[in-house]
């Protein structure tokens, strides 16, 4: 059975790809096989040019429960070097469509993480976040000590991390981890509504903002603002940024091609 699933079923939106996590005993654990096939996946929806908005997701019960602990419990620290698995973590970020991670259940550990990787997280209301590593005697070591910190501040993260506790969709809301919770049995409908909305638009433009708010992590607020202001010129080399602005003065409807 494939650890990765991979559709295409929105008829109306050609346009749009959902890809699932398919290890459902075990919650969506994350082996190493299945984050090598979501990468391998990932780049190829990045290189089809049909494809402008990728949807994540795994079932009800979880989007992914952390990293396998069955593969990891005996390792060693030269096992984790040799094996690679850092390698598939690091590939996610060089994805350049948008990402929407649709979370339903638990998001903890690796789990969390890899819904962090993403571009924005739409959750259900059945959702459930955490970094709970500390139960398990170690810490988080796919990005969740950065990532949930810079989403959430400090304390927050603190709190999570050293306590191993689950916050809810509500919570996570509050606190600025996810951008929108709906109800668990419209969420795929929901994430749906958001990716067409995206797909409609500029793809070039997209693959710019992805590009210059991920430098808002990276780097300092002048040299940020410096290089948004030369992804705003680069559009303005594009077919797109002239039909974007011709069609708004026209008061029709743009018609993209993505170059
Ligand atoms: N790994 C392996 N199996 C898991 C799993 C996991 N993370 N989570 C759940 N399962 C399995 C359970 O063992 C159980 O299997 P069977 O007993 O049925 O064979 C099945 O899924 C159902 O789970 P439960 O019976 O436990 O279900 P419950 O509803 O009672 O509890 C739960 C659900 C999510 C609260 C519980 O399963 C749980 O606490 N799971 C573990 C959560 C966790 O500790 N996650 C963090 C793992 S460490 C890195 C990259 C990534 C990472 C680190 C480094 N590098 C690249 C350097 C990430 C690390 C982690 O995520």
Known sequence: MSNILCEFPYNDHKHI???????????NALSTDLMRELVDKLFELDDNPEV????????DRAFA??????????????????????????QLA???????AAVNGYALGGGCE???????????????????????GTTPGAGGTQRLTRAIGKSKAMMLAMTGEMIEAKQALDWGLVAKVVPSTTLMQETYETAKNIANKAPVAIKLIKESVNKAFEMSLSDGVDFERRNFY???????????????????????KGN
């Open 52 to 59: 402008r908005v990728i949807i994540l997701t795994g079932n």
């Open 234 to 256: 680069l559009t303005f080399s594009s077919s797109d940024q002239k039909e974007g602005m011709r069609a708004f003065l026209e008061k029709r409807d743009p018609e993209y």
């Open 114 to 136: 890899l819904a962090m990787h993403c571009d924005f997280i739409i959750a259900g209301d059945s959702a459930k976040f955490g970094q709970p590593e500390i139960k398990i």
């Open 17 to 27: 790809a959902l890809v699932k996590l398919n290890r459902p005993k075990v919650l």
């Open 94 to 100: 060089q994805i350049t469509k948008p990402i929407i």
């Open 65 to 90: 429960a952390g990293a396998d602990i069955a593969q990891m419990v005996e390792a060693t620290p030269i096992d984790q070097i040799n094996n690679n698995r850092f390698r598939s973590w690091q």
